[in-house]
């Protein structure tokens, strides 16, 4: 990690150029605050010959232009996406042969890292994105290892809430022969206890974002609020989906959501019927959006996606994929349509493009998510698209 010095450094470095020293003092000290955004006001003070109240005049007309946003310094191209919700102890148990309910089955289990707004946060941070992530782990074994494989993986967690008394989330899932879910069980109490008083406490952390996600482990109350904030403040808010039962937490209100990611049975829970077909799914999507939801994606598994857009429902079609191991396909493809959206590509289509083939790459690997993904796979993929 570069340490406070050595930015304090690079700052007094790049003020004995030509080309910073040349600039108005207004963009001196924009230029220093670049090279090193924690450097205090007394330093830019003394390298630009200024006094603190002059600085300090400066830094608020910065602000006022958005060109940053409050201390320590956030330039707008840096400003994280933020992910709220689960974390847990993920176990798979993979049957070694046709599944028998009712009766022992020989297995084996893997443990590794999960829960949806984690997975969300560690494909993010793989694909180079910056990511800070809001959840809540027990003060035990597991939540601390989580926590520091979040941090080796890039991901802020210091507004983690860490609880005595409570044991970090867990989440079972047995998988049959060929890697197709059978059941999983989920112990997300925990996430209960993020609460909109919890998450008011974050509201600098949430206001600085360039997007915030979160999934619908929380409790209806606090979903709720990220609601409203994102309709007051206008940070883009997207909401993901994580079983038929909790989308009884999502409120009946929804202006402000820039996204909601579900599948059709969530969907049917939301809209309180069954949805047999495409024109029933379109028109189920048009009510939720009257509820003040910009888009939504439907997601169907191996059959791809559908998508809101101008002209109605869209569909693409998943890409082919050798299925290892399902678990962790639906967090990828939310991350990279998330991904998306942060680059600046407002457009459905490909981000729905680019979360089908980070999906499928997902699917064919053993982990939760996929140990080879790094930055500028998802850029890789643009270019594809562009030769197309």
Same mark, same amino acid.
């Given at each position: 990690?570069?340490?406070?010095?050595?930015?304090?450094?690079?700052? +007094?470095?790049?003020?004995?150029?030509?080309?910073?020293?040349?600039?108005?003092?207004?963009?001196?000290?924009?230029?220093?605050?670049?090279?090193?955004?924690?450097?205090?006001?007394?330093?830019?003070?003394?390298?630009? !010959?200024?006094?603190?109240?002059?600085?300090?005049?400066?830094?608020?007309?910065?602000?006022?232009?958005?060109?940053?946003?409050?201390?320590?310094?956030?330039?707008?191209?840096?400003?994280?996406?933020?992910?709220? !919700?689960?974390?847990?102890?993920?176990? +798979?148990?993979?049957?070694?042969? +046709?599944?028998?309910?009712?009766?022992?089955?020989?297995?084996?289990?893997?443990?590794?890292?999960?829960?949806?707004?984690?997975?969300?946060?560690?494909?993010?941070?793989?694909?180079?994105?910056?990511?800070?992530?809001?959840?809540?782990?027990?003060?035990?074994?597991?939540?601390?290892?989580?926590?520091?494989?979040?941090?080796?993986?890039?991901?802020?967690?210091?507004?983690?809430?860490?609880?005595?008394?409570?044991?970090?989330?867990?989440?079972?899932?047995?998988?049959?022969?060929?890697?197709?879910?059978?059941?999983?069980?989920?112990?997300?109490?925990?996430?209960?206890?993020? %609460?909109?008083?919890?998450?008011?406490?974050?509201?600098?952390?949430?206001?600085?974002?360039?997007?915030?996600?979160?999934?619908?482990?929380?409790?209806?109350?606090?979903?709720?609020?990220?609601?409203?904030?994102?309709?007051?403040?206008?940070?883009?808010?997207?909401?993901?989906?994580?079983?038929?039962?909790?989308?009884?937490?999502?409120?009946?209100?929804?202006?402000?959501?820039?996204?909601?990611?579900?599948?059709?049975?969530?969907?049917?829970?939301?809209?309180?019927?069954?949805?047999?077909?495409?024109?029933?799914?379109?028109?189920?999507?048009?009510?939720?959006?009257?509820?003040?939801?910009?888009?939504?994606?439907?997601?169907?598994? !191996?059959?791809?996606?559908?998508? %809101?857009?101008?002209?109605?429902?869209?569909?693409?079609?998943?890409?082919?994929?050798?299925?290892?191991?399902?678990? !962790?396909?639906?967090?990828?493809?939310?991350?990279?349509?998330?991904?998306?959206?942060?680059?600046?590509?407002?457009?459905?289509?490909?981000?729905?493009?680019?979360?089908?083939?980070?999906?499928?790459?997902?699917?064919?690997?053993?982990?939760?998510?996929?140990?080879?993904?790094?930055?500028?796979?998802?850029?890789?993929?643009?270019?594809?698209?562009?030769?197309?």
């Amino acid at each position: 990690m570069t340490s406070a010095k050595h930015l304090s450094s690079i700052s +007094k470095h790049l003020f004995k150029s030509e080309i910073v020293s040349d600039l108005p003092k207004k963009e001196q000290l924009y230029e220093l605050i670049r090279a090193n955004p924690f450097i205090s006001q007394q330093d830019l003070a003394a390298q630009l !010959g200024l006094s603190r109240s002059a600085v300090a005049n400066y830094i608020a007309t910065l602000v006022r232009e958005r060109r940053i946003l409050g201390r320590a310094y956030v330039l707008p191209d840096h400003r994280p996406i933020v992910c709220i !919700g689960a974390s847990n102890l993920d176990r +798979k148990l993979r049957t070694l042969g +046709k599944l028998a309910m009712a009766t022992s089955n020989p297995a084996r289990q893997i443990e590794s890292f999960g829960g949806v707004a984690r997975n969300i946060a560690e494909n993010l941070a793989r694909l180079g994105a910056p990511v800070s992530l809001i959840t809540a782990v027990g003060a035990d074994a597991s939540g601390r290892a989580l926590l520091a494989h979040a941090e080796d993986a890039g991901i802020d967690t210091r507004a983690a809430l860490r609880l005595s008394g409570h044991a970090t989330g867990t989440y079972t899932a047995v998988l049959d022969q060929d890697g197709a879910m059978a059941v999983a069980l989920a112990d997300m109490a925990i996430h209960d206890e993020i %609460t909109p008083g919890y998450l008011a406490a974050r509201a600098q952390q949430r206001g600085s974002a360039a997007l915030v996600v979160a999934d619908l482990n929380l409790p209806q109350a606090s979903i709720a609020a990220l609601v409203d904030d994102a309709a007051r403040d206008g940070v883009p808010l997207v909401l993901v989906a994580v079983s038929e039962p909790k989308m009884a937490r999502l409120p009946r209100k929804l202006a402000g959501v820039r996204l909601l990611i579900l599948n059709a049975g969530e969907l049917a829970a939301r809209v309180g019927r069954p949805l047999s077909n495409e024109t029933d799914i379109a028109g189920a999507c048009a009510e939720v959006q009257r509820d003040g939801v910009q888009d939504l994606i439907v997601t169907q598994g !191996g059959d791809g996606v559908l998508y %809101t857009s101008a002209a109605g429902l869209a569909r693409l079609p998943a890409p082919p994929a050798q299925v290892v191991d399902v678990t !962790g396909a639906g967090d990828a493809f939310a991350a990279a349509v998330c991904w998306s959206l942060h680059s600046g590509d407002e457009g459905l289509a490909l981000a729905c493009r680019r979360g089908l083939q980070l999906a499928a790459m997902t699917v064919g690997c053993a982990q939760t998510v996929c140990p080879q993904l790094e930055p500028g796979h998802l850029d890789g993929l643009l270019q594809e698209l562009i030769l197309d």
